[in-house]
């Protein structure tokens, strides 16, 4: 069974960066392609940012393109989201989730686990 913490949300100002750190604990990171996905009130989820399994390709969304980066750390089977340049408009909950498929897939119903999200808050 695979789990997914996320934390590093928080309130920030607008044009500051948080990093939110996603731990993933059952199984190795390399066995899943990682993406961070996030919720402004609404019901629909988004894509945000992804990382093949493989660690070898990486997926924006344009609006964060230039200013998100998707990392991970096998020693520490941890996924991170480095948010630069922050906008009011990131303001939403940021969700770690992981799929076991050969490619990487950028709608939410493709993944299998999903952590129980972080929020991000950002102030003009």
């Known amino acids: 069974q695979v789990q997914l913490a996320e934390s590093g949300g928080g309130l920030v100002q607008a044009g500051g960066s948080l990093r939110l750190s996603c731990v993933v604990s059952g199984q190795p990171l390399g066995n899943y392609n990682m993406a961070w996905f996030r919720q402004a009130p609404g019901p629909e989820r988004d894509y945000v940012a992804a990382?093949?399994?493989?660690?070898?390709?990486?997926y924006y969304t344009d609006s964060v393109k230039g200013r998100f980066t998707i990392s991970r750390d096998k020693t520490k089977n941890t996924v991170y989201l480095q948010m630069n340049s922050l906008k009011p408009e990131d303001t939403a909950i940021y969700y770690c989730?992981?799929?076991?498929?050969?490619?990487?897939?950028?709608?939410?119903?493709?993944?299998?686990?999903w952590g129980q999200g972080t929020q991000v808050t950002v102030s003009s």
């Open positions: 990382i093949h399994w493989s660690g070898a390709t990486t």
């Open positions: 989730a992981a799929d076991s498929s050969q490619y990487v897939s950028l709608t939410p119903s493709h993944y299998n686990y």
